[in-house]
């Protein structure tokens, strides 16, 4: 279902200048620099969804600021959801500016 999805990461950079981490992973477009006019920010800063995780090694994608590390920290969930400690990680090295 690739081209399907690298249809949406067109659609999401024309309309929204953005992209959503868990589309450009699935899209093979992430941290790929393309020419684009616009702001292009990646939301969030890791996987919204708890299986992209697992995925984060297999494609080479490496997490700004040691995020990778949060892994182990994740909770049962559909959705990225971090035990009390780790999130308050993810804020420091947010606040820090350690994630462009």
Excluded at 44 to 57: I, K, N
């Amino acid at each position: 279902m690739r081209s399907p999805i690298v249809d949406l990461q067109r659609h999401l950079d024309a309309d929204l200048g953005a992209r959503i981490f868990d589309v450009a992973m699935l899209a093979f477009t992430l941290g790929k620099k393309e020419r684009r006019e616009g702001p292009q920010e990646m939301y969030p800063c890791v996987p919204m969804l708890t299986q992209g995780w697992a995925l984060l090694s297999p494609l080479g994608i490496e997490l700004p600021g040691g995020l990778g590390a949060l892994r182990s920290e994740l909770r049962p969930s559909l959705w990225t959801h971090f035990e009390a400690a780790a999130a308050d990680r993810l804020r420091n090295v947010l606040r820090q500016g350690k994630v462009g």
